[in-house]
Nanobody
Framework: VQLQASGGGLVQAGGSLLISCVAS??????MGWFRQSPGKEREFVAG????????YYSTSVKGRFTAYRENAKNTMYLQLARVKSEDTGVYYC?????????????WGQGTLVTVSS
């Protein structure tokens, strides 16, 4: 399966941005968002179930970011809100082995989000 993230760009601190990830086919399992900030390793951001839409988040984004899926469009979204400078990075989507897991595989190309102060 191919995954393609898009929608990244420049956003002011405190602002919002919606990024998306389109899959080449239906994904019944869990999909996730990850990010890699400058000088840091890639980290888990959010996961979304393909069955009931349940989601879970990293502590650093919980309460600010919202992940959701539109199965009819084979698309997953990440609504970033109240962004901070530390949210800057390349955001990737991937498949996740199980609900609650924080590892990914079958990585798509990322989309760059830059938060300006």
């Amino acid at each position: 399966v191919q995954l393609q993230a898009s929608g990244g760009g420049l956003v002011q601190a405190g602002g919002s941005l919606l990024i998306s990830c389109v899959a080449s086919e239906r994904i019944p399992g869990v999909m996730g968002w990850f990010r890699q900030s400058p000088g840091k390793e890639r980290e888990f951001v959010a996961g979304v179930s393909g069955t009931d839409g349940s989601r879970y988040y990293s502590t650093s984004v919980k309460g600010r970011f919202t992940a959701y899926r539109e199965n009819a469009k084979n698309t997953m979204y990440l609504q970033l809100a109240r962004v901070k400078s530390e949210d800057t990075g390349v955001y990737y989507c991937a498949l996740v082995p199980a609900y609650g897991a924080r590892t990914g595989y079958n990585w798509g190309q990322g989309t760059l989000v830059t938060v300006s102060s």
